[in-house]
């Protein structure tokens, strides 16, 4: 199962449309390469953030396990965590989560 954002808009002026947004990792930062089929199978695999305002890129043992991966580890698992935010958006502390739990 795969977490998406969305905003449920009802009418023009009260709800902002558009927000929160799914940042789908489809392995390229050009558009022009991104075909249906690569959102769909990123979709399926779970590699999705749901965000409504910073860019978090986030890798478990090496940049290219994020979200949708499975790491297999027999001891301690190294976390790499990038916040990108917009100068309206302010962000003061990054939290980890294991299993609904807060870690870190």
Do not use: M
Request: aromatic letters at 10%; charged letters at 20%; glycine letters at 10%.
């Amino acid at each position: 199962i795969t977490a998406l954002g969305n905003s449920d808009t009802h009418s023009k002026t009260t709800t902002e449309a558009g927000c929160p947004r799914n940042y789908v990792n489809v392995g390229t930062d050009d558009p022009a390469e991104v075909t249906a089929a690569d959102v769909a199978e990123a979709l399926h695999e779970g590699r999705v953030v749901a965000s409504y305002g910073p860019f978090i890129r986030f890798g478990a043992d090496q940049w290219e396990n994020g979200p949708g991966s499975t790491v297999v580890a027999s001891g301690e698992v190294e976390f790499f965590i990038e916040v990108q935010s917009p100068s309206w958006f302010g962000v003061d502390r990054v939290e980890l989560y294991e299993n609904g739990a807060l870690i870190h």
